[in-house]
Nanobody, 122 residues
């Protein structure tokens, strides 16, 4: 099992920035590609970004966040990050960290975190 714990969510005004963190434990971190998803109220979770394993040399973004969000991983800390810049009210959602041995916009990763709320006010 892989345990994932997100942190860093909160409230910010439009145009602001937040950095989400996701600490992983339980299995070898570098065996897993890491992703971020988000869920809007009443909607299904949608893919946001992914970073490859083991080194994070490749990244993949949803069109809606490209050029605003940056995903990265620190294998020395077993942590994946999502730097979110130029946030807009439509980015308001619960953000989830995910782990899977496959890299890319996977619909059903093997492991999920509990989620962290991001609220952007206009």
């Amino acid at each position: 099992q892989v345990q994932l714990v997100e942190s860093g969510g909160g409230s910010v005004q439009a145009g602001g920035s937040l950095r989400l963190s996701c600490a992983a434990s339980g299995r070898t971190f570098t065996d897993y590609a890491m992703s971020w998803f988000r869920q809007f109220p009443g909607k299904e979770r949608e893919f946001v970004a992914a970073v490859s394993n083991p080194t994070g040399g490749s990244t993949y973004y949803a069109d809606s966040v490209k050029d605003r969000f940056t995903i990265s991983r620190d294998n020395t800390k077993n942590t994946v990050y999502l730097q979110m810049n130029s946030l807009q009210p439509e980015d308001t959602a619960v953000y989830y960290c995910a782990a899977d041995r496959r890299y890319g916009p996977i619909e059903t990763p093997d492991y999920w975190g509990q989620g962290t709320q991001v609220t952007v006010s206009s």
